[in-house]
């Protein structure tokens, strides 16, 4: 294969994979949910509902604006609320409401689908390689 393709193919992969979520989400009711949800939800699944901001980020990678923003769009929608620190008034903890802990079970079904999807046909070792060699060409756009 000409490696010209490979980002071409990167970025046609993360298409297709948008979609798919999309699509499942659509097929659970959760419509109102977009696949750019996934990492704040996942971490405070992971974190027993209650992150800080920057918790959150340092977790995911993304900066504090995007982070807001996409907190933002998930308290607009009920899904998570802020809280104030008692102890340090300049740290805002991001928690699951309700409504956000009831999708748990479709957010988790949704998440094994795509992994599952997304391995089908793959041995251990070529997960093991694929994930070496994406973290080494993310590494290479590393801003120094």
Known sequence: MN???IVYFISKTKKKMTEFIQKELKEKELDDLVPSYGNILTVLYDNDG???MKEIGKIIGKDKSTITALVNKLLKLGYV???RSQGDRRVTYIILTEKGKEIEGKFNDISKKVYLTAYKNFSKE???ILLKLLKKMNN???LE
């Open 3 to 5: 490696d010209k393709y």
């Open 50 to 52: 209650k992150l800080s």
């Open 81 to 83: 609320e802020r809280e």
């Open 126 to 128: 070529e997960k093991g």
């Open 140 to 142: 290479n756009f590393d």
